[in-house]
């Protein structure tokens, strides 16, 4: 779904279940988040050209997930986009525009999929961006 996109970055809201005294920060802390669906969005990025290489989500869209996440007792964990030309690691733009603290999944180049936690970046001392551990299950 990310992939299709391409050659502009892909990108989708996450949706599932927070984990019990865990921050999604990984680390073994409570109950582990999640995941239960994966919200697909446009991405609405100005200027258009710069659009294979950073995403925005059409606000609108943010706003019916959560509605729709909200009415099953599911909420918005965070963000997914994919780096066509690139490893699935948080840019420097990724971490400069992010809104932290936030779960973000990186489709990158071979489709190699990786998880990571990005800090709240207003709160000094609140470390940096880090993979996460993560499982699939059936």
């Known amino acids: 779904m990310l992939s299709a996109a391409a050659p502009e970055e ?15 920060g990984g680390e073994g802390q409570g109950d582990p988040w999640r ?4 919200w697909p969005c446009r991405n609405v990025w ?6 294979t290489r950073r995403f925005a989500i059409d606000p609108r869209e943010q706003l019916l997930a959560q509605k729709w996440a909200r009415s099953r007792g599911l909420l918005v964990l965070g ?15 990724d971490l400069a525009l992010g809104f932290g603290p936030t779960l973000v999944l990186i489709l990158g180049t071979g489709l190699e999929l990786a998880c990571w936690w990005l800090p709240d970046p207003t709160v000094p001392g609140s470390g940096e961006a880090r993979p996460l551990p993560w499982t699939m299950e059936a």
Do not use: F, M, N, Y
């Open 35 to 38: 995941l239960r669906w994966i």
């Open 10 to 24: 892909g990108c989708a809201l996450l949706l599932g279940e927070q984990g019990a005294g865990g921050d999604g």
């Open 79 to 93: 963000t997914a986009h994919s780096h066509p030309t690139a490893a699935p690691v948080p840019s420097a733009t």
């Open 46 to 51: 100005e200027p258009p050209d710069e659009r």
